[in-house]
């Protein structure tokens, strides 16, 4: 194994019990089916979908906070899929996450000073409270919250939305993570202050050198951010490739509709936007086949070829851009 | 004339002393079929100027000044019996996350024919049901669905049922505030789509308030920005969203800056810019322009000097010291 | 969106007791209590009552009040005064330690049932209910006629009686702080349940179940005092519920000596009165929008 990787996720399949009332487990959905990929130290990967794409699984999952049903990850070259009780809790200081909801996620009774010092209480860094209070002043400084011994004294409500986001990403960094799972972290905020959040995740990111799992459903700032993206369909990754390469050459027919409907401001009355009808499918219902042929504007315009419905794609093509599709054009 | 015309309007939050004026000396106007985008931050009190149209300001928020008139009738102090019967009628209202606000214990088809029931004793059950069958497939909805119930819908489609409901008395103006926030991207594109063909099919004029301003380019036809509580700047959207070196394109730098915010898959791989700072406490005393602390122009008059909203081209409003000179 | 304000700061709360104080219902509790706490502490030492000190004659039995004995005294010649002050020391006794009691196993089956849900939540809740759906009344009588009549055997049925209502609030509760996104991160950094259930459970359970322990010392109080008037309390202890039994016992209710049974009837009414109207008030300012109903 490669050891400048940070994160390894190896067929990853995560399942949820869909149980009766009685508690009988009636079905199984599928949300993450059979997904492969990884992340290089100091690298950010842009995972995009939908809702119901199976992005905040792979997350929850990584951060085992689900556990998976099949598959290996490894973070900074452990494998966390078999550790557990103490083992498990030690080895989590390596990888954190930054919530979607900054009103949520930061606990409205502690203030932000001990929201910090949570963090290396829990990680037993530091040998006194006085040693983590300082260590927890510092966080707060780099993220922006000055001057700190203030800021630290208020409570979530006090403080603004980006404020919040800033308090949840000092509480992950004063970690010294390999591994930064952020899942939508600007998404709830005003977009005059995303920029801000962003560049602090990026400065803080490549300071301490640090493999991000950006998890976004806004494609252009995928694009925008990260060093790659894998594009996710129903728990499966369909197309991965350079930001570039997605946004400018997208070769799975998924990805082309989503290119198309990224609002542009200077594409005013735009008309050549690929609309897809319907929604995606449920995860204990996948279609049998290409995941995607439901939808798919390719398999329509072919004429329905029976490959489409018969087989599933695996992804496939040169290692820089790769895509799941039997019917994408190669250059 | 105009389907609507709002002038000077304060909205206040609080008592007069204390009290928060949320909309300061507003207008907005909406020609007959316009679309009509409202865009700012969470606080520039955009919600807060489309819910005074109809009268549906939260409690605590009263009108101080100014005027509104729908129609050629001014309805600003208009009686509570008035103004139920212009809305839904005349002017109907889907309202932020109202897509959780179904009714779970009745059918769609049931909730759509509601409103229409209350507004015409005439109507019968069967002649309400069935027009909001069709309604359901206006919307793109199939008519058999009609006596499904609310839970058997994705987010999506219930937010198609709501415009169903908006459509269902035939109103001239509909307000739909925030309707594809809590959606997915290939949804909300659904969503504008509908709205868009909906403009033809039903005569219809919209605000449309969005906290994004990109999705407001390809839906409307004229942008209003709003920045803590003041009109910046309103122009059509081939002004607003025209890219910087055309002959005329956003003049106020918030809006700019704004634009500057959301990644351009057009343009070169840049980190996107954002706005330094927040925008100003309104219970404190304002002067100068509103947004002075946070501009990367700011001059002294604007310190000082609240600049006024002025026509730069022929619909083309900008409130700006130096709107004739900012470059993007 | 409609909030004009960003940076919304709400003043720094005032104290609980100042809070209940400004509560019209919390006041009249609070000095209620308070006087009745007092009473109970101070009283019976001014005021000491001795239990040996029976009437010599028969003209000493139920006697109206006169000046050395202020409440008159009881069919044996006691002095009721200082009966009644000794006897609010038990009766809030064994609200209080039964109280403490139930809460504690309340809070415990609650947090443990809601934090960790499955199968354990449905075995808690199984005997919750169980407890809950018992007819309490009859089970105490039953118990106390097993048991025994001892003072502390009374406190440990009462508070092994009284906690399902606790439990399935707190459970409440906590299932609903479960969804909340400090939760997972909590995890995700490694805390053990025990950590998130000290540090994020506890302190946002705590102001609800203040409110209702209060409430439920209240329940305690009324529950010994019944026990004692139906004679199943601590022979050896007056409470306000023994005087209500040797009132009746002793034939003094119907002799119209109204100054032996209307100090302790007073009394329970008053002091259960007063924890309800504390307990109510503290719902009411923990949360605002139930209006005051519990």
Known sequence: MNSSEALVVKDLTVEYALKSRTGRIQSRARAVDNVSFSIATGETLALVGESGSGKSSIANAIMRLVEPSVGSITVAGREVTSLSGRDLRESRRDYQMIFQDPFESIDPRRTVLDTVMESLIVSGIGETDAHRRERALAALESVGLTPAPKVGERFAHQLSGGQRQRVAIAAAMVLQPKLLVADEPVSMLDVSLRAGILRLMQKLGSDLDVACLFITHDLSLAWMYADRIAVLYLGRIVEEGAPADIIGNPKHPYTQALVSVIPIPERVNKTERTILTGEIPDSSHIPQGCRFHTRCPLYRALGEPASCRDSDPSLSGRAIHRVACHHSTEE | ?328 | MSSPQVLHIPPVKRSMLAQLWNDRMGRVGLLLTTFTLIAAVIGPIIFVFDSGAVGADATTLLMPPTRTHILGTDELGRDVFSQFLSGSRVSLLVGLMATVISTIIGAGVGIAAGFFTGKLDTVLMAVTDFFLVVPAMPLMIAMGAIFGQNLTIIIVIIGLLSWPRTARIVRSQTLSLRERKFVPRARSLGSTNWRIIKVHMIPHVLPLLIANTILVVAGAILSEATLAFIGLGDPNRISWGSMLHFAFASGAVGRGAWWYFMPPGLGILLIVLAFTLVGHAFDKINNPHLGGSS
């Open chain 2, 1 to 328: 004339m105009n389907l609507l015309d709002v002038r000077n309007l304060c909205v206040r939050y609080g008592s007069e002393q204390t009290g928060v004026l949320a909309v300061d000396t507003v207008d907005l106007r909406i020609g007959q079929g316009e679309f009509v985008g409202l865009a700012g931050e969470s606080g520039c009190g955009k919600t807060t100027l489309a819910m005074a149209i109809p009268n549906l300001l939260p409690e605590g928020a009263t009108v101080v000044s100014g005027s509104v008139t729908f129609d050629g009738q001014d309805i600003t102090h208009a009686s509570e019996e008035t103004l139920n019967s212009i809305r839904w009628k005349e002017i109907s209202v889907i309202f932020q996350g109202a897509l959780n606000a179904l009714n779970p214990v009745k059918s769609v088809g049931w909730q759509i024919a509601e409103p229409m029931l209350a507004h015409d004793s005439g109507l019968s059950d069967k002649d309400a049901l069935a027009r909001a069958r069709e309604l359901l497939d206006a919307v793109g909805i199939s008519k058999s669905r009609s006596s499904a119930y609310p839970h058997e819908f994705s987010g999506g489609m219930r937010q198609r049922v709501m415009i169903a409901m908006a459509l269902a008395c035939k109103p001239k103006l509909v307000i739909a505030d925030e309707p594809i926030t809590a959606l997915d991207v290939m949804t909300q594109a659904q969503i504008l789509d509908l709205l868009r063909s909906l403009s033809s099919s039903f005569d219809l004029s919209l605000l449309l308030i969005s906290h994004d301003l990109s999705v407001l380019a390809d839906t409307c036809d004229r942008v209003q920005v709003m920045y803590a509580g003041k009109a910046v700047e309103s122009g059509s959207a081939e002004t607003i969203f025209a890219s910087a070196d055309s002959s005329e394109s956003a003049a106020h730098p918030y809006t700019n800056r704004l634009l500057k915010s959301y990644p351009n898959i057009l343009h070169e791989r840049v980190f996107i810019d954002g706005i330094p700072g927040y925008p100003p406490d309104l219970s404190l005393p304002q002067t100068g322009c509103r947004f002075a602390a946070r501009c990367d122009q700011v001059q002294s008059v604007c310190r000082t000097q609240e600049p006024a909203l002025i026509e730069l081209h022929t619909n083309h409003f900008v409130a700006c010291h130096f709107a004739e000179q900012v470059s993007r």
